[in-house]
């Protein structure tokens, strides 16, 4: 998204913000024409309850105010830049407060899924500058049911220059992840079975 706006990109570490007043200075310190990311905000518990209290029994020190991160995103403090783009990473949206969900805050909700075959390929034209190879069958044949993430599938392709080796390292990892993904599928029909 940057490259082709041209924008800036910003990481806002919220573990970082230490009250309403520092998010705010440092959400009006980020350069206008820019995407902001705010990574697992799912982690942070402010995120999760706008009916949280202070006084909690909890041990955690509440940094910021959820009614703070909302001004910032669509508030009156959001007014203050413009051409901002905020972008929001979870691998739990369940946790999040309704209020951070709705549109005019989150406007888009992409869910990215594991990687299909289709997606493979991409990777495999980026990375190796390859459309085919003897090892891609067996590879798409595997790839739906090993659940990887195109992440994971780059992070193996980097490993050689050599489409030989680095679709072999694919193709091993893709066979770890099988035998894993079925042995916890296995556990979860015992446990379903012994109830």
Excluded at 139 to 153: K, M, N, R, V, Y
Aim: with cysteine; glycine share 4%.
């Amino acid at each position: 998204m940057a490259n082709y706006l041209k924008f800036d990109v910003f990481d806002l570490e919220l573990a970082n913000i230490t009250s309403d007043a520092d998010l705010r200075n440092a959400m009006l310190d980020i350069d206008r024409k820019s995407i902001t990311v705010i990574e697992d905000i799912d982690c942070n518990s402010t995120a999760h309850n706008r009916s949280r209290s202070e006084s909690d029994d909890s041990d955690d020190v509440q940094q910021f105010s959820l009614s703070g991160l909302l001004n910032c995103i669509d508030g009156l403090w959001s007014s203050c830049g413009e051409e901002r783009i905020i972008v929001f990473t979870t691998n739990h949206k369940e946790v999040l407060d309704p209020a951070l969900l709705r549109p005019g805050r989150m406007d888009m909700h992409i869910h990215m899924s594991y990687c299909t075959s289709e997606g493979f390929r991409v990777l495999v034209h980026n990375y190796l500058g390859i459309k085919e190879h003897k090892l891609l069958e067996e590879i798409d044949g595997l790839i739906q049911s090993a659940e990887a993430t195109p992440g994971s599938l780059a992070e193996e392709l980097l490993k050689s220059d050599d489409p030989d080796v680095a679709l072999g390292e694919v193709l091993n990892f893709l066979k770890q992840q099988k035998i894993k993904k079925d042995n916890e599928d296995k556990i979860v029909e015992e446990k379903v079975s012994s109830v």
